[in-house]
């Protein structure tokens, strides 16, 4: 089970080749398990590693769409496409809206599928039902349930008609300071579920001690809810904000067709959606490839920063205990 | 501490049947608006009558984007998945999880990777070279490509692979048998769980899929039903009499199936999600 220690070990060794015999007896067939693992190694080669390669090269190539068969220079620019990524106005619109959806998906969801799973962190009636009710969305595809809330929210939708003179005008969708919102509000509730149930595990882990002495300070119900409950179920709270950032830089089918191509003018685009339009349906390769490159290494840094803050989090508390 | 967690117990059923309410009333909406002759958008709609409701929607739908075919390739497309997943993540994961060969923290810590770095980041070099360099527009094989081997698949096996007793190998190994014959006698039987959890939470990837299919298809003919509704949606509505109907009746026939397989599985859906979310 510690074979990543006993290859690194191996290392340091110089000189000494690869066969040399380690006294384990299971390294007589070490080519088997390699075996094993060749299709998935290959598979992540030829849709991971040469892609990811290839969309580095590219972002620093000028590189055209060509007829097949045709042979065109791709000559080297260095930095012009980042360049040209970077001050287009329409990527930058794009950041600001997954920044907007950010900020709206996060304390939604962390706060609504906490609170559904401490209701049914119980014994309780229908608890199964209700279980099943929250995930539904989550399994279902994305085009069936926005085909739903295009007509929910559309001008003469069910939402609209329900609020009467109150209902936003222009409508909800085609206004531009709240299709994004729509948006990130549409993929919560979609993606809720699967918070509630990560929130209800985590709530098993809390220490029923902490509850018994909390209770015995005279802690009420709210306090006990924001002092114990809360902190107790942080890294299910990483994991919603590193997952949410993925979800933001992954965002295509919502925006291309919930408010019909990242509308109105660009007010709901995402990157990826601009990555598409700019790349495949303006042939302009070399710069999706360079946005391309510069949201891999944002959603990399960003997950690792996620990942290092609750790391740091842990070691104050242990301190602290 | 018992009495405090069952004094709330009225507010905690309006929190969860208000939660209940959200979650199913656009499925509500969905399967009742695909049944009425005419859409109206009001509440009434979520209720099919005698009088104003029928499949005719069902039929209008069918008659644009021709739903045998769409659900044969999004058929196709999801069971190529779940084969290639099965087939090659289930000896990846038994390999990652009890076999030594050199390399394999380095192949373990470029999976975990993969799930951080969404595929839609790198579709434009995928589309390149499937469609244009590879020339798999429009087929199969390329939509499947990029899917083949689902990463969390792989990692739920090797993680079950892990759990089992190391005993147990030793055992079969002193016996004298061979690593593909303990996995096919040994592991596998032991791993029924785990095999379910991993197909239905293949499935509904490639099932669902919109934006890869959406980019290999320009065949109509070869789209999967996420594609071709979708394309009913932007561009084809005004071609049947109640589109708002017939755009219902397609998303009830393409949720239908992921609906079911949640529905019989519930808990293998929700177990393993969250077990590769919180060691993921």
Known sequence: ?321 | MTKSRNSGRPLRMVVLLAGAVAFLFPFLYMFGESLQKATTGDLGSVIPLPGSSGTQNYEAINGAISLGTSLLNSGVFTMGVLLCTLVFGVLAGYGLARLHFRGRGTLFATLLLVQTIPFQLLMLPLYVLVVRDYGLGDSYLGMILPFAINSTAVFLFRQFFLQLPSELFEAARIDGAGELRILWRVALPLARPALLTGTLLTFIGPWNEFLWPFLVTKDVGMQPLAVSLAGFVSNLRGTVENPTGAVMAGACVLAVPAVVLFLLFQRHFTQTNIDSGIKG
């Not at chain 1, 930095?79 to 950010?102: E, H, K, M």
């Not at chain 1, 609020?163 to 919102?181: E, F, H, I, R």
């Open chain 1, 1 to 321: 089970m510690s074979l990543p220690l006993i290859s690194r070990t191996e290392e340091p060794g110089p000189g000494l080749p690869s066969r040399s015999p380690r006294p384990r007896p299971r390294s007589r067939r070490p080519q088997l398990g390699a075996l094993f693992v060749s299709p998935y190694a290959l598979f992540l080669l030829v849709v991971f590693a040469v892609p990811l390669g290839y969309t580095v090269w590219m972002s620093f190539h000028r590189f055209y769409f060509t007829a097949p068969g045709t042979e065109v220079d791709a000559p080297w620019v260095g930095l012009s496409n980042y360049r040209d990524v970077l001050t287009d106005p329409v990527v930058q619109q794009s950041f600001l809206n997954i920044a907007v959806f950010l900020v709206i998906n996060v304390p939604l969801t962390v706060l609504l599928s906490l609170v559904l799973a401490s209701a049914l962190n119980a014994k309780l009636p229908f608890r199964a039902f209700f279980r099943a009710a929250y995930y539904l969305p989550y399994v279902t595809a994305s085009v069936a349930l926005v085909a739903v809330w295009a007509y929910l929210f559309g001008t003469d939708g069910l939402v609209s008609q329900a609020l009467g003179s109150l209902a936003p005008d222009p409508s909800w969708l085609v206004n531009s300071t709240l299709a994004m919102p729509v948006v990130a509000v549409f993929v919560t509730w979609k993606n809720l579920g699967f918070f509630v149930m990560l929130y209800l595990a985590a709530l098993q882990n809390v220490p029923g001690e902490l509850y018994e002495s909390a209770s015995v300070d005279g802690a009420g119900r709210i306090k006990t809810f924001l002092t114990v409950t809360v902190p107790g179920v942080r890294h299910a709270t990483t994991l919603v904000t590193v997952l949410a950032i993925i979800t933001g830089a992954n965002l295509f089918t919502e925006p291309y067709l919930l408010t019909g191509g990242g509308g109105p003018d660009h007010a709901s685009a995402s990157p990826v959606l601009i990555l598409y339009q700019k790349g495949i349906e303006q042939a302009h390769p070399d710069f999706a490839a360079a946005l391309g490159v510069v949201l891999v290494l944002a959603v990399v840094t960003l997950s690792l920063i996620a990942r290092r803050f609750t790391e740091q989090n842990d070691k104050t508390d242990m301190k602290g205990a």
